[in-house]
């Protein structure tokens, strides 16, 4: 009998910006608003980042997090991840801040130093709801995200350890699984790993279905009955490439953080829309979705209770 599927919804990220989508939530309320009807279609974990409330720039400022947070957690019991990643051009101590401040059952947790680049995107727009968007955008073709395995040791011990969190480990090519496998060798992390295999990012591995098998199949090499494997597939191939990941019985990340679609050519209104869709793609094929006590036993977190917001 296969195993429920937990979803991710990643509400709002730091890769699309407000003139991609009047959909994609700004304010703390209106990120509030929508992972909570995220939480209510079906989503178990809710991956979580801020923005300026007045530009909607990703922000790492701890009072727009402290905004946003306990709403969410009083009106549901999923999981609360909050990013490490933040948003291009943050310092490492900045993306730290808000979770060592508020030390939530899980943190995402990049894999390594890699490009991470979002400027062909602006070759779609003429015109920009405000001026820092192009530049943080055109900005990525010489920007690197930084990640280094003293980084990640790091957030591991401050976080990890200082804090009883437990992490998404984001895995944007096959080098990344092999840096989770050395940690791994070192101690360094502790089974069950949730493992976010992620396609289709320009700088990381593509997105198509031979190498979702081949990240598969070196995952279950590295780290045998000791992980929990989920996929995020950009853009277009969210539901695909998520819906194959679920047939191989693993688990899926959506959300207007990975896509701001819902079918060709058309805006998903909502995250809700997204999980929505994805659960029933699933029950068409008899599979059942995990409710956040089953997240919980399964990646062995502390339990809502022991966060600081």
Same mark, same amino acid.
């Given at each position: 009998m296969p195993r429920p599927v937990i979803i991710t919804c990643a509400i709002t990220g730091s890769i699309h910006t407000p003139t991609m989508s009047s959909y994609l939530p700004i304010t703390p309320q %209106?990120?509030?608003? %929508?992972?909570?009807?995220?939480?209510?279609?079906?989503? &178990?974990i809710l991956h979580l980042h801020a923005r300026d409330p007045e530009t909607g720039r990703p922000t790492a400022d701890i009072n727009t997090f402290r905004e946003l947070l306990p709403r969410i957690k009083q009106a549901t019991?999923?999981?609360? $991840?909050? @990013? @490490? =990643?933040?948003?291009?051009?943050? @310092?490492?101590?900045? +993306?730290?801040?808000?979770?060592?401040?508020? %030390?939530?059952?899980?943190? &995402?947790l990049n894999m390594g130093s890699m490009n991470f680049a979002l400027y062909p995107m602006v070759e779609k727009f003429e015109t920009w709801k405000h001026d820092w968007e192009q530049g943080y955008l055109e900005g990525t073709r010489d920007f690197i995200f930084k990640n280094t395995f003293l980084d990640i040791e790091t957030i591991l011990e401050q976080i =990890?350890?200082?804090? &009883? @969190?437990?992490?998404? *480990? !984001?895995?944007?090519? #096959? =080098?990344?699984?092999?840096?989770?496998?050395?940690?791994?060798? +070192?101690?360094?992390?502790?089974?069950?790993?949730?493992?976010?295999?992620?396609?289709? #990012?320009l700088g990381g591995i593509g997105a198509d279905h031979e190498n979702l098998q081949f990240m598969r199949h070196t995952a279950d090499k590295l780290f045998g009955d000791a992980y929990e494997w989920s996929v995020l597939a950009a853009g277009r191939h969210q539901?695909?490439?998520?819906?194959?990941?679920? $047939?191989? =019985?693993? $688990?899926? +990340?959506?959300?207007?953080?990975? &896509?701001? *679609?819902?079918?060709?050519? !058309?805006?998903?209104k909502s995250n809700a829309e997204q999980v929505t869709k994805l659960k029933h793609l699933l029950g068409e094929m008899s599979l059942e979705i995990a409710t956040p006590e089953q997240v919980r036993q399964r990646l062995a977190l502390k339990g809502a209770d022991n966060v600081k917001f």
């Open positions: %209106q990120i509030a608003d %929508q992972a909570i009807a995220a939480a209510e279609a079906g989503a &178990s019991d999923a999981v609360i $991840n909050i @990013t @490490t =990643g933040g948003g291009h051009n943050m @310092t490492v101590a900045e +993306r730290m801040r808000p979770p060592l401040d508020l %030390q939530p059952e899980m943190c &995402s =990890g350890r200082g804090c &009883s @969190t437990h992490f998404e *480990y !984001e895995c944007y090519d #096959v =080098g990344h699984l092999y840096n989770l496998a050395h940690l791994l060798d +070192r101690k360094l992390v502790e089974p069950p790993l949730f493992v976010q295999t992620i396609f289709g #990012v539901m695909s490439l998520g819906m194959t990941c679920a $047939n191989m =019985g693993g $688990n899926v +990340r959506v959300g207007l953080e990975d &896509s701001l *679609y819902i079918a060709k050519g !058309e805006f998903a």
